[in-house]
């Protein structure tokens, strides 16, 4: 009976094993679908973004840069982030300063949006200029032309005056409720030096300032730009819930200019 003991003892020591090594296995290969990235800036701030790759394996991939509205965060993109990537482009979301992830400096002092004045905004721009060459040099995998920029009013001004400062300006770029100026960040100058990119401006008829800006700021594009206007939503992001067909209006516009 010992014998016999010892042997079942065995064998079920032994199938333990394999289905262990099966689940070591599964879980080795199982890949993790973003990069966290940490950048940190000039004036040693702290910046947070999550770098998503699509499923299917590239040597080179597109990417389409995400900034939120003022108030808000990278998680508030989840369903046009999806759809970028399922349609084979890689997704960088930001925090913006101060916001989500991004409210530490370098000495974890908290530093939030809500206390900003102008003169914290106007770093924006470099802060995603700066952040999108730091990617260039450190992630190869990303095309440093192949790619385009969404940004949603403050992230929309952020977008513009930073796609100024880069050397490779991207392919194209959507405005979600931009605006001349925004806490501070002008734009009208920076359209006009951005070139001929093309540029899709999405407003609410119900969002009067936003809808005005639009059309003012075109008259500044020295390319395409273009003005989709929704029945229903408020500024910025708020956009998006309200109206869901706009997440595909983005994806179908965005995808083949950087593919």
């Not at 959507?174 to 925004?182: A, D, K, Y």
Request: net charge positive; with cysteine; hydrophobic share 40%.
């Amino acid at each position: 009976m010992r014998k016999i003991f010892i042997l079942v003892l065995s064998f079920v020591l032994f199938v333990g094993l394999i289905q262990t090594g099966n689940t070591y296995a599964a879980t080795k290969k199982k890949k993790v679908g973003y990069v966290a990235i940490t950048y940190e800036t000039k004036d040693n701030f702290v910046i947070k973004s999550k770098l998503f790759y699509p499923t299917k394996e590239q040597s080179v991939y597109p990417v389409v840069v995400m900034l939120h509205s003022l108030g808000y965060s990278s998680d508030y993109w989840p369903e046009l982030a999806k759809k970028f990537i399922e349609a084979g482009s890689a997704v960088l979301v930001v925090d913006l300063r101060g916001h989500g992830q991004s409210i530490y400096d370098s000495n974890f002092k908290i530093s939030s949006w809500v206390y900003y004045t102008e003169k914290t905004y106007a770093k924006y721009p470099s802060d995603i200029a700066d952040l999108l060459k730091y990617i260039a040099m450190n992630y190869r995998n990303i095309s440093v032309t192949k790619y385009a920029i969404v940004g949603a009013d403050i992230g929309a001004n952020t977008a513009i005056l930073a796609a100024e400062k880069m050397p490779n300006k991207p392919a194209c770029m959507v405005l979600i409720s931009p605006s001349r100026s925004f806490k501070g960040l002008q734009t009208a100058i920076s359209m006009t030096n951005i070139g001929t990119m093309p540029l899709l401006t999405m407003v609410s008829v119900r969002d009067n300032y936003s809808y005005k800006e639009a059309y003012a700021l075109q008259k500044f594009a020295q390319g395409s730009y273009e003005i989709k206007k929704y029945p229903i939503g408020g500024m910025g992001m708020l956009m998006l819930k309200a109206n869901p067909k706009m997440a595909d209006d983005i994806v179908n516009w965005v995808i083949p200019k950087i593919q």
